[in-house]
């Protein structure tokens, strides 16, 4: 059973940081690339930021460049998304997807298998 689950979201005042944390099971986490997508109400679902299966290739959108960071663990199966200087557009629920293919890294073509999501709150 292929499995992807989201932690870390909350609520946080404009200005602070969340660490959010995709672990996966089910399937061999070293071959694929992660990214994390984000929905907020009434918004079509965005890439924010995906890295290949050996880490060393990141892209980050450019409406959170500076401020988010991907990295990966893959020993613990677990992806991060670190984001610091959170605004209030920031709001959304944040989805982690895994995919074998890396072309189009923030297209959520390019992904096979998705989480639940965690909501990410950005009070002013």
């Known amino acids: 059973e292929v499995q992807l689950v989201e932690s870390g979201g909350g609520l946080v005042q404009a200005g602070g940081s969340l660490r959010l944390s995709c672990t996966v099971s089910?399937?061999?986490?070293?071959?694929?690339?992660i990214g994390w997508f984000r929905q907020a109400p009434g918004k079509e679902r965005e890439g924010v930021s995906c890295?290949?299966?050996?880490?060393?290739?990141?892209h980050v959108a450019d409406s959170v460049k500076g401020r988010f960071t991907i990295s990966r663990d893959n020993a613990k199966n677990t992806v991060y998304l670190q984001m610091n200087s959170l605004k209030p557009e920031d709001t959304a629920v944040y989805s982690c997807?895994?995919?074998?293919?890396?072309?189009?890294?923030?297209?959520?073509?390019?992904?096979?298998?998705w989480g639940q999501g965690t909501q990410v709150t950005v009070s002013s």
């Open positions: 890295i290949g299966s050996r880490g060393a290739s990141t």
């Open positions: 997807a895994a995919g074998l293919r890396y072309i189009l890294p923030l297209d959520k073509e390019e992904y096979d298998y």
């Open positions: 089910g399937f061999s986490f070293d071959d694929y690339a």
